[in-house]
C-alpha cells in the first residue's frame, strides 16, 4: 500500500484553504448562524435572580458572567475567551449597536461586557465602537465588518414589540418608509449595505421588559416586568421569537386572561415565512435555559 508524500506545496495549499474557510465562517449570513452542532437554531435564555428591579445599575460582574455563560453555551464552549473568538477575529472593525431609547435603554454595563468580550479577542479599541442614532454618520460603523446587536425587549405601537430586528431601523435613510403594515418588514433592514450579512451575535435585554403600550413612546412603571434575564443567538428572528413568547406570557399572567399585543409582532413571523431571514417557529428553535428558573414563561 503506496503512501502520498505530502509537499510543501500541499501544505500551503491546505493552509490557504483552511484560512478562507475560516473567514467564510466568520462572516456567513446570518440565517446560517445558529446551527452549530444541533439541527435546530439555537437560543440561550439566561436569567440571574439578583439583578434588580427598574431603575437600579445592576453589578456590572454579574452582567458579564451572564453574558459569558451564555455566550459559552450558545457556542459549545467552556472558555469565554475560545467563544468569542469564534465569532469575532482580531482584525475585525465592530460595530455594538445600542438603543439609547431613555426610559428603557441597553444598560450601560451590558455594552461594556459586550466591548470586553471584543476587546479581549484582540480587536483594537479605535476600532470598536457603540452607538445607536449616529450608527449612519460613525466611522466604525461605516467601516465595519462585524456587528454586534442589543436592546432591551419592549412593546412598541406600531409593530407590537420592539426586537432586535427593529433595532436596526437606525440604520436606514428613512425609517418611516419600514412603518407600513405594523412594520411587517423590518426584516428588510438587514439586507442594507451596511448591516447584510455582518452581524455576529444578538442580545435581546430582558432585565425588565415592558409587556404593554398604550400608545406611541408610551411608558409606564406599571409594565414594566422584573424578568431579569437575557436571550442570546445568532439568528435575530429565532430570539425575537423566544422574546415574543415571554411577552406574551408575562402579559397573560399580569391582565390574568389571553391577552394578544396590538398590533400584533407579525414582522418576527414575516421574517421567517417571507424573507427567510431566520427562524420564527418555536418548534425549530433549540432553546437552553441557566440560571433562575422561577416564572420562565417558555
Not at 144 to 156: E, F, G, K, S, V
Not at 175 to 196: F, M, R, T
Not at 199 to 215: A, D, E, I, S, Y
Request: glycine fraction near 6%; hydrophobic fraction near 40%; proline fraction near 6%.
Amino acid at each position: 500500500m503506496s503512501t502520498k508524500k505530502i509537499t510543501r506545496r500541499d501544505l500551503l495549499k491546505s493552509s490557504a484553504t483552511f484560512a478562507i474557510g475560516s473567514a467564510l465562517y466568520l462572516n456567513s449570513p446570518v440565517k446560517l448562524w445558529g446551527q452549530w452542532n444541533t439541527s435546530k437554531t439555537r437560543v440561550v435564555l439566561i436569567r440571574d435572580e439578583r439583578l434588580p428591579g427598574y431603575g437600579v445599575n445592576p453589578d456590572p460582574q454579574i452582567v458579564k458572567e451572564m453574558l459569558n455563560k451564555a455566550l459559552c453555551a450558545l457556542l459549545d464552549e467552556k472558555d469565554a475567551s475560545k467563544a468569542w473568538a469564534k465569532i469575532i477575529k482580531p482584525t475585525d472593525v465592530v460595530g455594538i449597536k445600542t438603543n439609547v431609547w431613555n426610559e428603557l435603554h441597553t444598560p450601560h454595563e451590558l455594552e461594556n461586557a459586550i466591548k470586553d468580550g471584543v476587546l479581549q479577542v484582540g480587536v483594537k479599541a479605535e476600532n470598536i465602537s457603540v452607538n445607536d442614532r449616529g450608527v449612519r454618520s460613525d466611522p466604525v460603523f461605516q467601516n465595519a465588518t462585524a456587528l454586534i446587536n442589543t436592546r432591551p425587549m419592549r412593546a412598541h405601537a406600531w409593530a407590537g414589540v420592539g426586537t432586535l430586528m427593529k433595532n436596526y431601523i437606525m440604520f436606514a435613510q428613512k425609517p418611516s418608509d419600514y412603518h407600513p403594515d405594523s412594520c411587517a418588514d423590518l426584516a428588510k433592514l438587514w439586507e442594507l449595505p451596511q448591516v447584510k450579512g455582518k452581524t455576529r451575535l444578538n442580545v435581546l435585554v430582558m432585565f425588565t421588559p415592558q409587556f404593554h403600550c398604550v400608545g406611541a413612546h408610551s411608558f409606564s412603571t406599571d409594565y414594566i416586568w422584573d424578568y431579569k434575564g437575557m436571550l442570546v443567538g445568532i439568528d435575530p428572528v429565532a430570539v425575537d421569537s423566544v422574546g415574543l413568547r415571554i411577552i406574551q406570557g408575562i402579559r397573560n399572567e399580569y391582565f390574568k386572561e389571553e391577552r394578544p399585543l396590538n398590533p400584533p409582532a407579525k414582522h418576527i413571523e414575516l421574517a421567517d415565512t417571507r424573507h427567510k431571514l431566520g427562524t420564527a417557529d418555536p418548534a425549530k428553535i433549540e432553546l437552553i435555559k441557566l440560571g433562575w428558573e422561577k416564572g420562565s414563561f417558555v
